[in-house]
Each structure stands twice: as C-alpha cells, then as structure tokens.
C-alpha cells in the first residue's frame, strides 16, 4: 500500500509568514506611494476644477443679470429718444406760435 504524501506544516507556517511579510512591504514599492501621491494630487485638481466650476456659473449669473439690465436700458433709451421727439415737436410749435404772437403784436 502506497502512503499519501502528508502536508508540512510547520513548513507551510513558514511560506505562509514569509508571503505575509512580504505583502507587508507592498507600500514601499514606489508605484504604490506615487499611486496615493497621484491619487491625492488627482482629488487636489477635481476640487480645484469643481471650485472654478462654481466661479464660471456665478459669472454666467452676473453677465445675464448684466445682459437684462442692457435690455432694459436699451429699451430706457428708446423710450427718451420718443420723449425727445415730442419735445422737439412741442418747442417747434412754441416757436411758431411765439412768432406769431410777435407778428400780431408788431402789426398792431
């Protein structure tokens, strides 16, 4: 009858601790520590990105609250052309309407 090999375990204790010490020592390898320097330097730049984001939508807010205010004004500044208009109506009748007072009043 042929006997089974049998495990070593005291061997196995022993590739068992060496593998653990060895996973151990995975965070000093540089691309690790680059890895999380990359990582944090990457969560750095979305904040920043994030942050000019809501800059850029303030600013967007502020030129259309200008660009209502221009329309407004513009629509202001037709509405004094109009006036203007009238006024320099009603002061040409003045002037006809004084100069014929003062022919009336030259005739008599």
């Known amino acids: 009858m042929n006997a089974l090999q049998q495990p070593d375990f005291q061997q196995l204790t022993q590739c068992l601790a060496g593998a653990a010490n060895q996973i ?3 965070p000093n390898l540089p691309a690790v520590n680059d890895g999380q320097a990359i990582l944090a330097q990457l969560g750095h730049i979305t904040q920043q ?3 000019q984001g809501q800059q850029i939508t303030t600013v967007l807010d502020a030129v259309a609250t200008l660009q209502a205010d221009v329309t407004t004004l513009k629509a202001d500044v037709t509405t004094l052309k109009a006036d203007v208009a009238i006024l320099k109506t009603d002061v040409n009748m003045l002037r006809g309407d004084i100069a014929s007072i003062n022919t009336r009043l030259d005739a008599r």
């Open 49 to 51: 990105l994030a942050n």
């Open 24 to 26: 151990s020592l995975v």
